[in-house]
């Protein structure tokens, strides 16, 4: 087992893109090397060691590293960027991007995530214990497909673009959503535990499951009877039949 | 006073009939001259290749373009052709560089310029829109630009063709060139943008235009009479009717034949196609689609008034760009794709649709045949210009992988062993066996532009032409292009010297200095009296339709960088 302790040596206005901040590029690194791996910071490139005290015990494959950040990084994007196994845990708030495109492995977050979250997820699994801001586990501006694979738990509220254009994979929320959750998506199974408005719009397949209260239920929906999930009955909509489209969304 | 001596290549240069020939070349002032001092920085290119610098006769690059980069965010970061696509940081001596298909500016110019091209025409510019064009040439470094202006759908030459008056249609034709700044006569689906103001096209030749009583076949021969009355450098430059249709050779074909009778009045061809692979379909229908190259490439074979360019089809993502409004929602429709449509008030449609091209679709295999099989079937090169119409057909930074299908019959199997038994059967590439060589090569990417633009100081190597120079890391006689595919395929991906104006812009693959380029407009002379007649038309039309007004239409000259005026003089 490899253990790399990150904390900031200060709080950054300028903001730091850590997309090599992962197990990948971590595992079997000494100390010396892992504080030479470059970042962006602003315009320009630097190395992790002059942002970062960096801390490492032992040396393992990338499986068995754990990426421990410590302290608020809330200036700090795309952490787990492209991971593809191994672990990482942020004690305080993290920046955007965070676990974008990341195609297994584990990030847990003890603290609040800004937008972006595991967008173009591909696998592995990001548990926020905290709120989510805008396009969790959705695609990049022009993408038509977000998120295809892997699980993203929210211990938290989200705010809107839930799952945008998502193809795949599981979305929990245990919070409420804001506006247009589902929105375009294309396969995937999105469960928000709260309340959620205009849900599911522009929907081709998939399935949403809204426990709490949904406001503005959008009009080109299809009442289809009732259907049980977990022991709980819902209203079966399908659609949006404006985009053609045979989506399941369960709501009480 | 600059001199610079080229030591040892082996020239290519068509126009002079050189076939790769061990020579010196010399360059004072970013002209070739015919020797230089001893004071001439020398450049030994050791026997490697030397080309004139390429010259894209067709391309999106500027104005149109932009719609592409707006509604395709996510091309930004595509990196399909590492080096020439994708994001890449700002250095001393180049801007940021993002995309692949619609890339930025910089990047446009900076990635031309590493394949040796040093002059390209943008394909369309609709006039009213022609300011955005120049905005966007004056920020693509390095090249040289022109661009040919849309006439094929608009009201005041429609009404003239009607009206019988040719006298004010060509004075409109040279004064629209004027207000555009442009270098020649674009017609994109003669009346069909019209016709999609209404939700309609026109579905041939003899269809006539709504409200217009006019035919698609009159306005082609009224701007082809037009066109060779100004005497303009370039001819018509057509996008035929039904583009993107099962069955369209036939339209095709009947285009040029028409154009048969149109007598050039200058040293060149009086019709050229564009985009043919997009217009050689036969077929009634995407079931039954099958390749038509060899009817169009037996005509063509067998005329000597026109050329034409390929618009051949690069596997993978593309964006479909042009002033063909219907073809667009057509593919919208098709491919459930986004679309960008725009209505040119009183000139023209324009549509804008991404879409991505399949080796596995047996239509899209098929399609990438058609070009090849127009190239390779069409015995003159002289008659061929190399495109892909960039980027409806795929991107230019895909140039150097085409080359190898035209160059090697080896890369063409490699590719089409993945086809499937329904595409093979639909098309006659198999059978075709023609590898062109370097000289053919140069012919179709230099020397053909330059003859039918009327440009003879470009792509070539005469003495007295531009210095435009492009050297590839390749020595003629030691490569076998139809086995070294791949050896090719690099070389001609990041030349060993590009020279703009005998400047040394890209050495060994990156950018070493990024000039401005020209932009070449035609200013065709008209008689003041058929001048003054036809302005009270147009002042008509901006009072009563157009939402600017005709002072601030015209392209100033405050927007060109190194502007060249070409002048003509019309006969009247």
Redesign the interface.
């Given at each position: 087992m490899q253990v790399v302790k990150l904390s900031l040596k200060k709080a950054n206005k300028i903001p730091i893109e850590a997309d090599n901040v992962n197990p990948d590029n971590f595992a079997g690194k000494t100390k010396e090397e892992i504080e030479a791996i470059l970042v962006w910071y602003g315009n320009g490139q630097c190395p992790l060691g002059d942002l970062f005290n960096v801390e490492v015990e032992g040396s393992d494959s990338v499986e068995n590293t754990k990426i421990v950040i410590e302290g608020d990084v809330s200036r700090v994007k795309r952490i787990g960027q492209d991971m593809s196994a191994g672990e990482i845990e942020i004690n305080g708030n993290v920046d955007m991007h965070c676990g974008s495109n990341m195609r297994g492995g584990k990030i847990t977050i003890n603290g609040d995530a800004d937008s972006w979250l595991g967008c173009e997820m591909k696998g592995g699994e990001i548990t926020l214990n905290g709120n989510a801001a805008y396009y969790v586990g959705s695609g990049y501006r022009g993408e038509s497909c977000g998120m295809r694979g892997g699980k993203i738990t929210v211990n938290g509220d989200v705010k809107d673009y839930l799952g945008e254009h998502m193809c795949g994979g599981e979305i929990l929320v245990k919070g409420n959503a804001g506006l247009l959750p589902a929105i375009s998506n294309n396969g995937g199974t999105i469960t928000i535990e709260g309340s959620a408005t205009m849900p599911a719009s522009e929907m081709k397949s998939g399935t949403v499951i809204i426990k709490g209260e949904t406001s503005d239920l959008l009009p080109s929906y299809k009442e289809d009877g009732t259907e049980e999930v977990d022991g709980i009955t819902y209203r079966k909509f399908v659609g949006d039949v404006n985009a053609g489209g045979k989506g399941v969304l369960l709501i009480k | 006073m600059s001199e610079i001596l080229i030591k040892n290549a082996s020239v290519c240069d068509p126009a002079q009939g050189i076939n790769c020939e061990a020579m010196d070349l010399c360059i004072r002032d970013g002209k070739i001259v015919e020797s230089v001092s001893e004071n001439a920085k020398v450049i030994d290119a050791g026997g490697r290749l030397a080309m004139a610098g390429g010259f894209d006769g067709h391309t999106h690059s500027a104005g149109k373009i932009n719609v592409g980069r707006f509604?395709?965010?996510?091309?930004a970061?595509k990196n399909l052709v590492p080096g020439l696509s994708g994001q890449v940081a700002r250095t001393e001596k180049t801007r940021a560089q993002v995309g692949y298909n619609t890339p930025n500016t910089y990047a446009i110019g900076y990635r031309y310029a590493k394949l040796g091209y040093t002059t390209i025409c943008e394909a369309a510019i609709p006039l009213l829109a022609a300011r955005h064009t120049h905005e966007e040439f004056k920020e693509i470094p390095i090249l040289d630009k022109m661009g040919l202006s849309l006439f094929g759908s608009n009201w005041q030459v429609m009404e003239y063709i009607r009206d019988k008056e040719p006298e004010k249609l060509a004075a409109y034709i040279a004064w629209g060139l004027k207000a555009s700044r442009g270098y020649g006569v674009k017609i994109v689906n003669p009346g069909g943008g019209e016709a999609w103001g209404w939700g309609k096209n026109v579905s041939g030749l003899y269809d006539p235009v709504p409200n217009f009583d006019v035919t698609p076949a009159e306005i082609l021969m009224g701007l082809a009479e037009a066109n060779e009355r100004l005497q303009l450098p370039h001819s018509v430059h057509v996008h035929c009717n039904n583009l993107g249709k099962p069955g369209n050779y036939a339209t095709t074909i009947e285009t040029m034949k028409m154009f048969e009778k149109v007598k050039p009045s200058r040293d060149r061809q009086s019709l050229h196609v564009t985009h043919v692979q997009f217009n050689a379909y036969a077929g009634t229908s995407w079931r039954d689609f099958e390749t038509g190259a060899p009817m169009v490439s037996d005509y063509v074979n067998g005329a000597d008034h026109l050329t034409f360019d390929l618009g051949q089809v690069i596997f993978g993502p593309a964006v479909t760009m042009t002033a063909d409004g219907p073809v667009e929602y057509a593919n919208s429709r098709m491919l459930h794709e986004k679309w960008s449509n725009q209505d040119v008030e009183l000139e023209d449609a324009s549509g804008v649709v991404p879409l991505f091209y399949s080796p596995k679709s047996f239509v899209n295999a098929v399609q990438w045949a058609i070009g090849l099989e127009l190239a390779l079937l069409v015995k003159d090169p002289w008659k061929v210009m190399f495109t892909t119409d960039s980027p409806n057909g795929g991107s230019f930074v895909n140039y150097p992988e085409a080359f190898t299908y035209l160059m090697s019959a080896k890369k063409r199997e490699q590719v089409i062993s993945g086809f499937s038994q329904m595409a093979l059967d639909r098309m006659v590439l198999p059978g075709i066996d023609r590898e062109l060589d370097f000289y053919e090569l140069a012919v179709m990417t230099r020397s053909t532009q330059s003859k039918i633009y009327s440009m003879p100081e470009k792509g070539n190597l005469k003495v007295g032409s531009d210095a435009d120079i492009a050297i590839y890391d390749l020595i003629p006689g030691q490569v076998d292009p139809s086995a070294e595919h791949e050896k090719v395929k690099k070389a001609f991906s990041g030349t060993a010297y590009t020279l703009k104006d005998g400047e040394i812009v890209v050495k060994d693959g990156e950018i070493e200095a990024t000039p401005k380029g020209r932009v070449y407009w035609v200013n065709a002379k008209v008689p003041e009296t058929v001048d003054t007649a036809m302005q009270k038309d147009i002042d008509f039309k901006f009072k009563k339709y157009y939402t600017v007004s005709k002072s601030n239409y015209m392209v100033e000259d405050a927007y060109l960088t190194k502007p060249v005026e070409i002048d003509t003089e019309g006969v009247f």
């Open positions: - | 509604i395709n965010p996510n091309d970061r």
